[in-house]
């Protein structure tokens, strides 16, 4: 295949991140989905080199995400993947990349990362729910006069059902950054129900064939949190959510050990209504041997096995308070826990400082 002098710079310029330069010939109508000599697309130059606002540009120009013209068969979410980035996985499930689709050997965007030990990018990908999904949500059905959940909550219950972390501080944080979730505050229980409608629908016979145990748990999970406020009837979501984000953040004196945040995560799982699910046997199994109080954490195994793969040291810099990865504010004393910011840092404030000094004995 013989590339003009236009088309060969757009894949070049995708390929080094030259923005400006992608742009201008965008603007010149270059074809947008031009193939280099492997049938590789300026999307998939980008995706692979991790270029997220390059990517953001050519999907908005209207590049085809699920293109498979390349030889062996890699899409564009396949070498996002593989750049272990994952803005611009999300940006790519987002445009409607194909999660299931495969390459000339068999191998989804998801198995490909999981096998270069792109761990985020594999828990992006396998908790991925489009918005296209929850649109049944959102639809009267029957003779309901409005759906079950307003649609201004539409992307933020997104936001809840796709994320990894389900530390219960960062799923409060979730909830206190979309006050469409409480305003009003009806709209907490219509949370609520339409959770317990997912847990149906993804595992009862009667609307599926194929159950998805995953969402099924996920939602359980979420719908805990949704509940506590709920029973709480307050008008100061976010206070409250604050002062439940505190005590779930507390640990022990002597080694800090999150035990109240430790049992409400062995009983949410208890709690789960259909005891015949294989995964949720498969965490009780997981869960029962632990004493409690020792490590891994419910809260580890219940990542883990949601995210879909085995325990391990995570080498990233873990939030202390709410388990976000990257987190880049460090305690300047000891400098062995990481918080997220100053909110974070002064929710475990009370439990760390009797540590601190101990923490900072053994760096030296």
Request: aromatic share 8%.
């Amino acid at each position: 295949m013989t590339l003009d002098s236009t088309e060969k710079t757009i894949i070049d310029y995708a390929t080094e991140g030259s923005f400006e330069d992608v742009e201008r010939l965008l603007k010149n109508n270059v074809p947008i989905d031009t193939r280099d000599e492997h049938g590789m697309t300026p999307l998939q130059h980008a995706a692979y080199k991790a270029h997220t606002n390059i990517c953001s540009l050519l999907l908005k120009h209207g590049a085809n995400v699920n293109d498979h013209e390349h030889d062996q068969g890699y899409t564009a979410l396949m070498f996002g993947a593989l750049s272990g980035n994952t803005e611009v996985v999300r940006i790519l499930l987002e445009a409607g990349a194909k999660t299931h689709q495969i390459n000339r050997i068999g191998r989804t965007a998801s198995q490909l990362a999981a096998f270069t030990g792109q761990k985020q990018c594999v828990d992006t990908i396998n908790n991925y729910v489009t918005l296209d999904d929850l649109k049944y949500y959102i639809t009267p059905q029957g003779q309901e006069t409005e759906g079950k959940l307003p649609e201004s909550c539409m992307q933020g219950f997104q936001h809840l059902l796709i994320t990894t972390n389900f530390n219960p501080v960062c799923l409060f944080n979730i909830i206190r950054e979309h006050s469409e979730f409480y305003q009003p505050k009806t709209n907490l229980k219509r949370l609520s129900n339409t959770l317990a409608l997912m847990i149906q629908k993804s595992f009862d016979p009667f609307y599926t064939n194929e159950p998805n145990d995953i969402l099924a748990i996920k939602s359980h999970y979420i719908k805990t949190f949704i509940d506590i406020l709920v029973d709480k009837n307050t008008d100061d979501i976010e206070k409250t959510c604050g002062e439940l984000s505190k005590k779930f953040a507390h640990g022990n004196e002597n080694d800090g050990f999150k035990m109240y945040e430790e049992k409400f995560i062995r009983e949410t799982i208890r709690n789960f209504p259909y005891k015949q699910c294989p995964l949720l046997q498969q965490l009780v199994r997981l869960i029962a041997p632990i004493t409690l109080g020792q490590n891994p954490s419910a809260l580890t195994v219940l990542t883990t096995t949601l995210n879909g793969r085995t325990f391990e040291d995570d080498t990233l810099h873990l939030c202390d308070a709410c388990s976000q990865p990257n987190a880049t504010r460090r305690c300047t004393a000891c400098k062995s826990v990481y918080y997220c910011n100053e909110y974070c840092q002064r929710l475990r404030w009370s439990t760390h400082k009797r540590l601190c000094s101990s923490l900072n004995k053994d760096n030296n």
